[in-house]
């Protein structure tokens, strides 16, 4: 398993584990999935570009 995969895949845990649905983050609103979402689509471009 790369380090890449590793790495989109933690991303997309944080994001899930983020979500407001959840009782503990019902209060803290879009910004940490916004925030988490957009860390993602960072790396997945750079993996799309051959970066990392």
Do not use: E, K, N
């Not at 019902?26 to 570009?49: A, H």
């Amino acid at each position: 398993m790369s380090i890449s995969l590793l790495l989109i895949i933690i991303l997309v845990l944080l994001l899930i584990g983020a979500l407001p649905t959840w009782g503990y983050s019902r209060s803290w609103g879009y910004r940490p999935t916004g925030g988490l979402g957009l860390v993602l689509l960072i790396v997945i471009v750079l993996l799309l570009l051959h970066v990392i």
